[in-house]
């Protein structure tokens, strides 16, 4: 268990619909990232919050969007969903933000009908 | 901007064969870390490397840190049907950590 917590396990929904996924740091963790993997391909790095505020961004799409809150948990809104959003959704914690260990949750398996 | 190649991508090996999976950056790393996900899992860290040259073991497993901090391997003697999964390669510059695309082992019993 690498304390890292996201919620749902498991999301199925369908075609232009929007949903949020939501990551719980480890403690002591100030901050988070978010990648998309999806099936045979490697983690798709998305987007970075440190603190509270977006430290880097990688491949996100426009659709996309998180945000990270004072009590340092954070979300990530997907809208306006289409079939190749489906993928695993992983969220990673570190310490300070820099290359330092990530920690990452068990993941949201997103699919999208 | 900063990137992480790794190779094969994919690697399927009889039990009890060697695996090396490799990995090359663009630029000059602060750090190199390396991952395992399990088939349906997620990605657990299993070690860092730091120093030029820097040569680390865990068991079957040895880790080594090129002389120019440029490029890493992952070496597992006699590999078991436990050691199937992705290894990624991790490469730390300009405080930001930069993910490989992964080797795919699978190992056949």
Redesign the interface.
């Known amino acids: 268990d ?1 304390g890292v917590t996201q919620t749902p396990k498991h999301l199925i929904t369908a075609t232009g619909q929007r949903v949020t996924l939501r990551c719980s740091p480890r403690s002591g963790d100030l901050s988070v990232y978010w990648y998309q993997q999806s099936l045979d ?3 798709q ?1 998305l987007i970075q919050y440190y603190n509270g505020e977006e430290r ?1 961004k990688g491949n996100i799409l426009e659709r996309f969007s998180a945000q990270q809150f004072p009590d340092l948990h954070s979300e990530l809104n997907l809208s306006s969903l289409e079939l190749g959003d489906s993928a695993l959704y ?1 969220c ?1 914690s ?1 310490v300070d ?11 949201t398996r997103l699919t999208v009908l | 901007g900063q990137q992480v190649m790794q190779i094969p991508q994919y690697q399927h090996v009889q039990e009890g064969e060697d695996f090396t999976t490799y990995c090359n950056s663009s630029t000059t790393l602060s750090n190199i870390q390396w991952y395992k996900q399990r088939p349906g899992g997620h990605p657990v860290f299993l070690i860092q490397l730091v120093k030029s040259g820097e040569v680390k073991k865990q068991k079957r497993l040895t880790f080594q840190f090129g002389e120019a901090k440029k490029n890493s391997s992952l070496h597992i003697t006699a590999t078991q049907t436990t050691d199937v999964g992705t290894y990624f390669c991790a490469g730390g510059s300009n405080y930001k950590l930069t993910f490989g695309k992964g080797t795919l082992l699978t190992v056949n019993p």
């Open positions: 690498s391909q490697g983690l790095f880097a992983f990673a570190s933000g820099g290359a330092d260990t990530q920690y990452f949750g068990p993941g």
